[in-house]
Protein backbone atom coordinates (compact mmCIF):
# COMPACT_ATOMS: atom_id res chain seq x y z
CA UNK A 1 0.00 0.00 0.00
CA UNK A 2 1.42 3.34 -1.13
CA UNK A 3 2.93 6.01 1.95
CA UNK A 4 0.76 8.80 3.17
CA UNK A 5 2.49 11.28 4.92
CA UNK A 6 1.37 15.00 6.07
CA UNK A 7 3.12 18.22 4.16
CA UNK A 8 2.45 21.42 5.83
CA UNK A 9 1.71 24.78 3.93
CA UNK A 10 4.75 26.98 4.88
CA UNK A 11 4.92 30.33 1.49
CA UNK A 12 2.33 30.77 -0.72
CA UNK A 13 2.40 33.46 -3.56
CA UNK A 14 1.69 34.86 -6.48
CA UNK A 15 3.96 33.17 -9.37
CA UNK A 16 1.67 34.97 -12.24
CA UNK A 17 -2.63 36.40 -12.30
CA UNK A 18 -4.16 32.60 -12.32
CA UNK A 19 -0.57 30.23 -10.88
CA UNK A 20 0.45 30.20 -7.26
CA UNK A 21 3.47 28.83 -5.41
CA UNK A 22 3.46 26.44 -2.90
CA UNK A 23 6.18 25.73 -0.53
CA UNK A 24 5.34 22.77 1.81
CA UNK A 25 7.67 21.00 4.19
CA UNK A 26 7.03 17.20 5.34
CA UNK A 27 5.24 17.34 8.86
CA UNK A 28 7.79 14.63 10.36
CA UNK A 29 10.58 16.70 9.01
CA UNK A 30 11.66 13.40 6.53
CA UNK A 31 13.36 14.30 2.66
CA UNK A 32 10.90 14.08 0.37
CA UNK A 33 12.86 12.00 -1.51
CA UNK A 34 12.19 13.16 -5.30
CA UNK A 35 14.47 13.17 -8.23
CA UNK A 36 14.08 16.27 -10.23
CA UNK A 37 10.71 15.71 -12.64
CA UNK A 38 8.75 13.49 -10.41
CA UNK A 39 5.27 14.70 -8.78
CA UNK A 40 3.16 14.16 -5.92
CA UNK A 41 -0.06 12.41 -5.41
CA UNK A 42 -2.12 15.02 -2.98
CA UNK A 43 -5.45 14.39 -1.21
CA UNK A 44 -6.50 18.30 -0.81
CA UNK A 45 -9.75 18.64 1.27
CA UNK A 46 -12.17 20.97 -0.61
CA UNK A 47 -15.06 23.17 1.52
CA UNK A 48 -17.92 20.74 0.31
CA UNK A 49 -16.06 18.50 2.52
CA UNK A 50 -15.11 15.74 -0.15
CA UNK A 51 -11.26 15.26 -0.41
CA UNK A 52 -9.75 15.20 -3.27
CA UNK A 53 -6.81 13.11 -5.16
CA UNK A 54 -4.27 15.15 -7.77
CA UNK A 55 -0.93 14.86 -9.32
CA UNK A 56 1.42 17.45 -9.16
CA UNK A 57 4.93 18.02 -10.33
CA UNK A 58 7.14 19.22 -8.12
CA UNK A 59 8.76 22.19 -9.08
CA UNK A 60 11.92 22.32 -6.87
CA UNK A 61 15.05 20.40 -7.22
CA UNK A 62 15.89 18.16 -4.08
CA UNK A 63 17.69 20.34 -1.60
CA UNK A 64 20.42 19.08 0.21
CA UNK A 65 20.02 22.16 3.02
CA UNK A 66 15.95 21.22 3.03
CA UNK A 67 15.37 17.82 1.88
CA UNK A 68 12.02 18.57 4.18
CA UNK A 69 10.80 21.10 1.74
CA UNK A 70 8.98 21.32 -1.88
CA UNK A 71 7.46 23.27 -3.64
CA UNK A 72 4.66 23.16 -6.59
CA UNK A 73 3.00 25.59 -9.43
CA UNK A 74 -1.16 24.86 -9.43
CA UNK A 75 -2.54 27.09 -12.02
CA UNK A 76 -6.15 27.78 -10.37
CA UNK A 77 -8.61 25.90 -12.88
CA UNK A 78 -11.74 27.45 -13.49
CA UNK A 79 -14.41 25.14 -11.31
CA UNK A 80 -11.78 22.84 -10.21
CA UNK A 81 -12.62 21.87 -6.92
CA UNK A 82 -8.65 21.03 -6.00
CA UNK A 83 -6.28 23.59 -7.32
CA UNK A 84 -9.09 26.21 -5.59
CA UNK A 85 -8.54 24.21 -2.30
CA UNK A 86 -4.60 24.85 -3.13
CA UNK A 87 -4.64 28.25 -3.90
CA UNK A 88 -7.42 29.04 -0.84
CA UNK A 89 -5.11 26.62 1.58
CA UNK A 90 -3.85 29.09 4.39
CA UNK A 91 -0.05 28.72 6.06
CA UNK A 92 -0.21 26.19 8.48
CA UNK A 93 -2.32 23.98 6.35
CA UNK A 94 -2.11 20.27 5.82
CA UNK A 95 -2.59 17.78 2.76
CA UNK A 96 -1.64 14.56 2.50
CA UNK A 97 1.75 12.99 -0.13
CA UNK A 98 1.90 9.77 -1.83
CA UNK A 99 5.25 9.45 -3.56
CA UNK A 100 7.67 11.21 -4.94
CA UNK A 101 6.10 9.18 -8.49
CA UNK A 102 7.01 9.60 -11.99
CA UNK A 103 10.07 9.10 -14.98
CA UNK A 104 10.08 11.94 -16.62
CA UNK A 105 13.54 12.60 -15.39
CA UNK A 106 16.47 13.10 -16.60
CA UNK A 107 18.21 9.98 -17.38
CA UNK A 108 22.03 9.68 -17.04
CA UNK A 109 22.90 8.86 -20.53
CA UNK A 110 21.03 12.08 -21.47
CA UNK A 111 23.04 14.16 -19.60
CA UNK A 112 25.86 14.02 -21.86
CA UNK A 113 23.11 14.90 -24.77
CA UNK A 114 21.70 18.34 -25.99
CA UNK A 115 18.61 19.01 -24.33
CA UNK A 116 15.38 20.98 -25.32
CA UNK A 117 12.62 21.88 -22.78
CA UNK A 118 9.42 23.09 -23.85
CA UNK A 119 6.39 24.02 -21.40
CA UNK A 120 3.34 25.41 -21.51
CA UNK A 121 2.04 27.47 -17.90
CA UNK A 122 2.76 24.78 -15.36
CA UNK A 123 4.19 21.92 -17.23
CA UNK A 124 7.57 23.99 -16.40
CA UNK A 125 6.54 23.10 -13.11
CA UNK A 126 8.79 19.69 -13.55
CA UNK A 127 11.41 21.25 -15.66
CA UNK A 128 12.24 23.64 -13.52
CA UNK A 129 12.97 21.26 -11.00
CA UNK A 130 15.35 19.47 -13.82
CA UNK A 131 17.07 22.48 -14.71
CA UNK A 132 18.06 24.39 -10.91
CA UNK A 133 20.38 21.04 -11.12
CA UNK A 134 21.40 20.90 -14.41
CA UNK A 135 22.13 24.65 -15.42
CA UNK A 136 24.79 24.12 -12.51
CA UNK A 137 26.76 22.13 -14.34
CA UNK A 138 28.89 24.49 -16.06
CA UNK A 139 30.85 22.21 -18.39
CA UNK A 140 28.02 20.08 -20.90
CA UNK A 141 25.86 19.94 -24.33
CA UNK A 142 23.19 23.15 -24.90
CA UNK A 143 20.22 23.85 -22.48
CA UNK A 144 17.93 25.20 -24.43
CA UNK A 145 14.10 26.28 -22.85
CA UNK A 146 10.89 26.78 -24.79
CA UNK A 147 8.32 28.33 -22.48
CA UNK A 148 4.85 29.16 -23.47
CA UNK A 149 2.81 31.37 -21.99
CA UNK A 150 -0.58 33.76 -22.63
CA UNK A 151 1.02 37.09 -21.58
CA UNK A 152 3.96 38.53 -20.04
CA UNK A 153 2.65 38.89 -17.08
CA UNK A 154 2.04 34.54 -17.35
CA UNK A 155 5.74 33.65 -17.81
CA UNK A 156 6.44 32.00 -14.51
CA UNK A 157 9.68 32.65 -12.56
CA UNK A 158 10.61 35.09 -14.93
CA UNK A 159 13.60 36.71 -12.96
CA UNK A 160 14.87 33.13 -12.25
CA UNK A 161 14.80 32.15 -16.15
CA UNK A 162 16.68 35.52 -17.06
CA UNK A 163 18.91 35.47 -14.41
CA UNK A 164 20.18 31.93 -15.56
CA UNK A 165 20.63 32.60 -19.15
CA UNK A 166 22.63 35.40 -17.38
CA UNK A 167 24.62 33.24 -15.68
CA UNK A 168 25.02 30.20 -17.23
CA UNK A 169 26.15 30.31 -20.83
CA UNK A 170 24.79 26.23 -21.74
CA UNK A 171 21.38 27.78 -21.04
CA UNK A 172 19.07 29.34 -23.27
CA UNK A 173 15.34 30.56 -22.77
CA UNK A 174 13.12 31.56 -25.56
CA UNK A 175 9.49 32.70 -24.20
CA UNK A 176 6.61 32.55 -26.72
CA UNK A 177 3.62 34.32 -26.58
CA UNK A 178 -0.09 33.34 -27.74
CA UNK A 179 -1.66 37.05 -27.15
CA UNK A 180 1.34 38.85 -27.25
CA UNK A 181 1.18 42.84 -26.42
CA UNK A 182 2.03 45.32 -29.16
CA UNK A 183 5.39 46.04 -27.63
CA UNK A 184 6.43 42.28 -27.57
CA UNK A 185 9.38 41.67 -29.70
CA UNK A 186 10.27 37.78 -28.89
CA UNK A 187 8.34 34.81 -30.44
CA UNK A 188 5.07 34.56 -30.83
CA UNK A 189 2.28 31.98 -31.38
CA UNK A 190 2.50 28.57 -29.16
CA UNK A 191 5.29 26.17 -29.21
CA UNK A 192 4.79 23.69 -31.38
CA UNK A 193 5.65 26.49 -33.87
CA UNK A 194 9.13 27.06 -33.08
CA UNK A 195 10.11 23.58 -31.68
CA UNK A 196 11.08 22.14 -34.68
CA UNK A 197 13.32 25.33 -35.14
CA UNK A 198 15.40 24.74 -32.04
CA UNK A 199 16.12 21.62 -32.47
CA UNK A 200 17.76 21.89 -35.80
CA UNK A 201 20.62 23.48 -33.86
CA UNK A 202 20.96 21.02 -31.38
CA UNK A 203 22.15 17.51 -32.42
CA UNK A 204 21.37 14.37 -30.62
CA UNK A 205 18.84 16.03 -28.60
CA UNK A 206 16.77 14.74 -25.96
CA UNK A 207 13.65 16.52 -25.82
CA UNK A 208 11.39 16.90 -22.82
CA UNK A 209 8.11 18.08 -23.11
CA UNK A 210 5.56 18.92 -20.27
CA UNK A 211 1.55 20.52 -20.65
CA UNK A 212 -1.88 19.76 -21.27
CA UNK A 213 -2.09 16.77 -23.61
CA UNK A 214 -3.08 18.56 -26.57
CA UNK A 215 -0.38 20.54 -26.49
CA UNK A 216 2.38 17.99 -25.48
CA UNK A 217 0.49 15.04 -28.69
CA UNK A 218 1.01 18.43 -31.38
CA UNK A 219 4.69 19.21 -30.20
CA UNK A 220 5.86 15.80 -30.05
CA UNK A 221 4.34 15.41 -33.33
CA UNK A 222 6.06 18.26 -34.60
CA UNK A 223 9.25 17.69 -33.50
CA UNK A 224 9.02 13.63 -35.13
CA UNK A 225 7.59 15.00 -38.79
CA UNK A 226 9.59 18.04 -39.16
CA UNK A 227 12.77 17.94 -37.12
CA UNK A 228 13.10 14.12 -37.52
CA UNK A 229 13.98 13.46 -33.66
CA UNK A 230 13.67 9.91 -33.09
CA UNK A 231 10.83 8.62 -30.75
CA UNK A 232 13.06 7.58 -28.27
CA UNK A 233 14.82 10.85 -27.96
CA UNK A 234 11.07 12.09 -26.78
CA UNK A 235 10.06 12.24 -23.10
CA UNK A 236 7.02 13.82 -21.69
CA UNK A 237 4.48 14.46 -18.94
CA UNK A 238 0.50 15.19 -19.50
CA UNK A 239 -1.34 16.76 -16.86
CA UNK A 240 -4.93 15.54 -18.48
C1 LIG B 1 1.55 13.80 -13.43
C2 LIG B 1 0.73 15.08 -13.28
C3 LIG B 1 1.34 16.23 -12.80
C4 LIG B 1 0.60 17.40 -12.67
N1 LIG B 1 1.23 18.53 -12.23
C5 LIG B 1 0.54 19.69 -12.14
C6 LIG B 1 1.21 20.89 -11.73
O1 LIG B 1 2.42 20.91 -11.43
N2 LIG B 1 0.47 22.03 -11.65
C7 LIG B 1 -0.86 22.06 -11.98
O2 LIG B 1 -1.47 23.14 -11.89
N3 LIG B 1 -1.51 20.93 -12.37
C8 LIG B 1 -0.85 19.76 -12.43
N4 LIG B 1 -1.51 18.62 -12.81
C9 LIG B 1 -2.98 18.67 -13.00
C10 LIG B 1 -3.67 18.44 -11.63
O3 LIG B 1 -3.47 17.09 -11.22
C11 LIG B 1 -5.19 18.67 -11.69
O4 LIG B 1 -5.73 17.97 -12.77
C12 LIG B 1 -5.56 20.14 -11.82
O5 LIG B 1 -5.08 20.90 -10.70
C13 LIG B 1 -7.09 20.29 -11.90
O6 LIG B 1 -7.66 19.66 -10.78
P1 LIG B 1 -9.02 20.24 -10.15
O7 LIG B 1 -9.54 19.24 -9.16
O8 LIG B 1 -8.83 21.64 -9.68
O9 LIG B 1 -9.99 20.34 -11.40
P2 LIG B 1 -10.67 19.14 -12.28
O10 LIG B 1 -12.12 19.36 -12.21
O11 LIG B 1 -10.14 17.81 -11.88
O12 LIG B 1 -10.04 19.49 -13.68
C14 LIG B 1 -10.65 20.17 -14.68
C15 LIG B 1 -9.81 20.16 -15.95
O13 LIG B 1 -8.73 21.09 -15.78
C16 LIG B 1 -7.76 20.86 -16.79
N5 LIG B 1 -6.42 21.06 -16.24
C17 LIG B 1 -5.67 20.19 -15.48
N6 LIG B 1 -4.47 20.75 -15.18
C18 LIG B 1 -4.48 21.98 -15.74
C19 LIG B 1 -3.52 23.01 -15.79
N7 LIG B 1 -2.32 22.91 -15.17
N8 LIG B 1 -3.84 24.14 -16.48
C20 LIG B 1 -5.04 24.28 -17.08
N9 LIG B 1 -5.99 23.31 -17.07
C21 LIG B 1 -5.71 22.18 -16.41
C22 LIG B 1 -7.98 19.46 -17.29
O14 LIG B 1 -8.44 19.52 -18.62
C23 LIG B 1 -9.04 18.90 -16.36
O15 LIG B 1 -9.81 17.98 -17.04
C24 LIG B 1 -0.80 17.42 -12.98
C25 LIG B 1 -1.40 16.25 -13.44
C26 LIG B 1 -0.65 15.11 -13.60
C27 LIG B 1 -1.35 13.86 -14.12
Same mark, same amino acid.
Given at each position: ?32 ? +???? /????? =? ?21 ? +? ?16 ? /??? +? ?14 ? &? ?30 ? =? ?25 ? &? ?10 ? +? ?6 ? =? ?8 ? /? ?22 ? =? ?24
Amino acid at each position: MARTRKAILVDSRALSPSVRGLRFVTSDGAPVG +HIAG /QYLDL =VVATPGGLPFRRSYSIASAPDVE +HPEAFELAVTRVDGGPTS /QAL +HDLALGGAVEIEGPRG &TFVRRDEDRARAGLFVAAGTGLAPIRAMLTEE =VRRTNGPPLVLLFGCRSPADVLWADEL &TAWESAYPRFRL +HVTLSRAP =VAWAGLVGYV /QRHAPGLVRALPDVRAYVCGLSAM =VEDVTAALERDASVPRDALRYETYD
